[in-house]
């Protein structure tokens, strides 16, 4: 490495592309073939032929991924030294603008090497719909109750006592489903997760079981992208760029649900959707296999209009 490479930092673009198919919430993503890791969608920002960021995220994800975006924003800005290297001192600085797209799978990839994953293979612990995972009382508690222990200094212990209660609702307090990028944060720091070993942190335990690893820093991005998903979806009506034309409610709550990881009480989401006025009936019925046919709505985008805020909080959860 050169002293202008020491010296050098280059921009550029990472997408977390984020749909929803039956109740499973998928992360678009390139099998990197040097490393066999997932990795997002990711290139250069070039200046001379990108007139904004956002026109460079999109010129060269529809040639790595052969899809049109849709829905995108920015998220965040990560320039971690190291956080874009193969090997140890390799390479100019990367600093990465991250973007959250959202999209309808519309048939098969036919980009080579890209795939839809369901985003919980990377955070376990995040689907709570049928259950608290298992994950967390089995492997997750006792880890972080070694960090604890390990700490220099009773205040230090006690720093990460609250940071593990407040992260994974333990000792009796509430989970909170938002907390998606301090709960991996956590465990990064607590060294158990594979990116720790690869970053080559003297703390690493890379054989404990804590989700599928991703390239460079890309796991970190995509739980900034859930964060923000779960977070935003209560204030605006993002949800509905995931959503068909039209669509049953059930559909529509098993949606919110599946980006949640929490459970919702039908009944209560039903008249939160329709108090709100987000929805409209067509005067027509889903044309189901089984089962009594259900009324079919679509999103009223006039809502936007009509108020600052307008989205789904998830404030009626079902019991138990």
Known sequence: MTSADQHTVAIGLSAAIVSVTEEQPSVLVVRHSESGSDALPFGPFDPLQHRT?????????????????????????????????????????????????????????????????????????????SEKPAVIGDAIAPALKAFIKDAPDEPTAELRRDRMRLCFGLDGLAWDEEKVLERYELLYEAGVVLECARDGRPN????????????????????????????????????????????????????????????????????????????????????LSRGRPAELFRFRREVLRERPSPGLRLGARRAG
Request: glycine residues 10%.
């Open 53 to 129: 960021l956002e026109s460079g995220l999109r010129k060269w994800v529809g040639e790595q991924t052969y899809l049109d975006l849709g829905y995108a924003e920015q998220l965040y800005t990560f320039g971690d030294r190291g956080r874009h290297e193969m090997k140890s001192g390799e390479g100019p600085r990367i600093v990465s603008v991250g973007y959250l797209a959202l999209t309808r799978q519309c048939g098969e990839l036919k980009a080579p090497d890209t795939l839809w994953r369901d985003w919980y293979r990377y955070f376990p612990w995040e689907d709570w719909r």
């Open 204 to 287: 690493a335990k890379p054989t404990l079981p804590f989700g599928i690893g991703m390239l460079f820093d890309h796991r970190r991005i995509l739980a900034t992208a859930i964060s923000r998903l779960r977070g935003k979806m209560k204030y605006r009506p993002v949800v509905f760029e995931l959503m068909p034309p039209t669509f049953t409610l059930l559909e529509l709550q098993r949606t919110v649900e599946a980006i949640s990881g929490v459970r919702l009480h039908k009944q209560n989401f039903r008249r939160l959707v329709e108090g709100q006025g987000l929805v409209e009936g067509t005067g027509k019925v889903s044309a």
